[in-house]
């Protein structure tokens, strides 16, 4: 008993529902005439569509199953369709109404040629700078719906993430939700690609004599040491404790910008300060 259905959606009688759900989207994504713009997409998307229908409906699926094409005449669906008032998805609205009592729409979204229904969303959203950075949970409100999401180490802004079953609901389908992501600046660290600048600020005597400082980073505080003469805006490189590349998963390097802090003269001693007037180099 031929069954040109199944060889429609290029799957064997046996099928599964899943199965069968899994075939169509392949061919309606292959077939779509916004994506294939062969001449002839347009009717094969139109073929898979009515297989599907029916293929996806409990009840015609039996029928069918029981009867095959014997059902069309011994034509395929495709043909009968034609034969019957045309290819235009109305005429075949009507021919699947009087074959299964009224129900032409109820297998596929209220249409046999309707394109299935995207159920995923997407919306913004922002994070903080260190979460972008070190990676971590951060939570996510989405239609009344409050859930954390895992936020990989490295993300920049525009990046979008996408976040499994959060989409839109229709019946047992659940679609996806796609997060662009906006990295909140910060205060602190200026991002250059994968690297870090993070301005500190030096004392006179240590960026005279030379001293060791305390500095927070994003991870921990470190020690740095400011040797002799050190100048205004010169950097010191700290490596690996940039932001992470997510493609090499290396990551970047923290450089430190020395901001050297010049005392108030009104603090000073005096002699030091006549000692200074008089001993300081004029240019």
């Known amino acids: 008993m031929p069954k040109s259905l199944y060889t429609t959606l290029e799957i064997n ?8 759900k899994k075939a169509y989207r392949k061919l309606a994504r292959q077939y779509h005439p916004d994506v294939n713009k062969d001449p002839a997409a347009e009717e094969k998307f139109k073929e898979i569509n009515s297989a599907y229908e029916i293929l996806s409906n409990k009840e015609k699926k039996q029928q069918y199953d029981m009867q095959g094409d014997a059902m069309f005449g011994g034509q395929n669906y495709h043909d009968f369709s034609r034969s019957h008032g045309g290819a235009g998805s109305g005429s075949m609205e009507d021919i699947l109404r009087e074959m299964f009592g009224g129900a032409g729409g109820g297998g596929f979204g209220g249409g046999g040629f309707q394109q299935e229904v995207n159920l995923d969303m997407e919306t913004k959203v922002t994070i903080p700078f260190v979460v972008s950075i070190l990676g971590g949970s951060h939570s996510v409100a989405v239609n009344g719906d409050r859930f954390d999401i895992k936020i990989p180490a490295g993300v920049n802004s525009g990046e979008k993430m996408r976040v499994k079953g959060k989409g839109h609901a229709q019946g047992a389908r659940v679609g996806d939700l796609f997060l662009k992501i906006t990295v909140s600046s910060s205060p602190e660290y200026v991002r250059e690609g994968d690297d870090l ?8 005597s240590a960026a005279l004599f030379g001293e060791k400082i ?3 980073t994003l991870e921990k505080e470190i020690k740095l040491k400011v040797p002799q003469n050190t100048k205004n805006g010169q950097r010191f490189r700290v490596k690996e404790m940039g932001a992470m590349n997510r493609k090499t998963k290396t990551r970047g390097n923290l450089y430190l910008k020395a901001n050297i802090v010049l005392p108030s003269i009104d603090d000073l001693d005096e002699d030091l300060v006549e000692m200074m007037k008089e001993k300081l180099p004029k240019e």
Do not use: H, Q, R
Not at 13 to 20: K, N, V
């Open 13 to 20: 009688e046996s099928a599964s529902e899943s199965e069968i």
């Open 197 to 204: 600048v993070k301005t500190f600020d030096v004392p006179l």
């Open 214 to 216: 305390a500095i927070e």
